[in-house]
Nanobody
Framework: QVQLVESGGGLVQAGGSLRLSCAAS????????MGWYRQAPGKQRELVAA???????HYADSVKGRFTISRDNAKNTVYLQMNSLKPEDTAVYYC??????????????WGQGTQVTVSS
């Protein structure tokens, strides 16, 4: 019913920038909170940043001042601009969205993940 498709990952040198995108498609009535998580090898998945439909944002302490989350409600798309990247930002980044499907209600959806690798 709903798919999240991510793009924008890749390999970058420390200090560089990347922009991730995640587009939701399908039987979407409304996209509520959207966000980005990441999981490094051997570590638990952690919240990186989240944004409500009204534009309120939340960031992990480790990325504050370097990452910016934004969204385009008309396109059901969320973005993550990552600047001043560090090797410790290396992880698989996952898009997450709380989406309301008409006659079904709200459910949590995940993207397939996109690899971000920061070389030192």
């Amino acid at each position: 019913q709903v798919q999240l498709v991510e793009s924008g990952g890749g390999l970058v040198q420390a200090g560089g920038s990347l922009r991730l995108s995640c587009a939701a498609s399908g039987s979407i009535f409304r996209a509520n909170s959207m966000g980005w998580y990441r999981q490094a090898p051997g570590k638990q998945r952690e919240l990186v940043a989240a944004i409500t439909s009204g534009g309120s944002t939340h960031y992990a302490d480790s990325v504050k001042g370097r990452f910016t989350i934004s969204r385009d409600n008309a396109k059901n798309t969320v973005y993550l601009q990552m600047n001043s990247l560090k090797p410790e930002d290396t992880a698989v980044y996952y898009c997450n969205a709380a989406i309301v499907v008409r006659l079904v209600g709200e459910s949590d959806y995940w993207g397939q993940g996109t690899q971000v690798t920061v070389s030192s």
